[in-house]
């Protein structure tokens, strides 16, 4: 059974810097693109970063770009998502997602985590 | 970017109606659109992706048509757990982008 668990989200002040883990189990990541995608409190969903399954593509969102690091260790089944100089605006909640193709990525989200809530507040 | 645009932002249909939910992007996304359920509180559900193929374990009750720029989503014979949020999605280019969202409520 695909599971994937985010974990990391907490209330921090704005400037700040968080990492988020998704920890993966019930398929083989080491062939799969995964994915971050965020919602905001009563908004929609924004996606935020891909990398491939061997970490040779790499490809963010305008809204993080420059702020956010996707990154992967594939022994530990584990995605992570580096997030830089919060702002109030990044308050959401972060899902990682699991690609539907094996190999590189296909952009179509199979599976998705629980989500967790990153809130920014001073 | 490509902008998704969806509508309605919400309806409002009875047990056993059929309603049809319609996305347009602004350039061409070819055939690269995938469809999502959320119910509250819920993480996202896959329903279609590239326009038209069903997700393995989701209700044939959902279909999806559409190319270029014009889709939709069509759900068959209501039911009340299909309450929920509708998004559409492109995967055409990066950076993939949503629609907004369509709130569907059951009577």
């Known amino acids: 059974q695909v599971q994937l668990v985010e974990s990391g989200g907490a209330v921090v002040p704005p400037g700040r810097s968080l990492r988020l883990s998704c920890a993966i189990s019930g398929f083989n990541f080491n062939l799969y693109g995964m994915h971050w995608v965020r919602q905001a409190p009563g908004k929609g969903l924004e996606w935020l970063a891909v990398m491939s399954f061997d970490g040779s593509h790499i490809y963010y969102g305008d809204s993080v770009k420059g702020r956010f690091t996707i990154s992967r260790d594939n022994s530990k089944s584990t995605l992570y998502l580096q997030m830089n100089s919060l702002r109030f605006e990044d308050t959401a909640v972060y899902y990682c997602?699991?690609?539907?193709?094996?190999?590189?990525?296909?952009?179509?989200?199979?599976?998705w985590g629980q989500g967790t809530l990153v809130t920014v507040s001073s | 970017d490509i902008q998704m645009t969806q509508s309605p932002s919400s309806l409002s249909a009875s047990v056993g109606d059929r309603v049809t939910i319609t996305c347009r992007a602004s350039q061409s996304v070819s055939n690269f659109i995938n469809w999502y359920q959320q119910r509250p509180g819920k993480a996202p559900k896959l329903l279609i992706y590239l326009t038209s193929r069903l997700q393995s374990g989701v209700s044939s009750r959902f279909s999806g048509s559409g190319s270029g720029t014009d889709f939709s989503l069509t759900i068959n014979s209501l039911q009340p757990g299909d309450s929920a949020t509708y998004y559409c999605?492109?995967?055409?280019?990066?950076?993939?982008?949503f629609g907004q969202g369509t709130k569907l409520e059951i009577k």
């Open positions: 997602a699991k690609d539907l193709r094996g190999g590189s990525y296909s952009l179509i989200f199979e599976s």
């Open positions: 999605q492109q995967g055409d280019v990066t950076p993939c982008s």
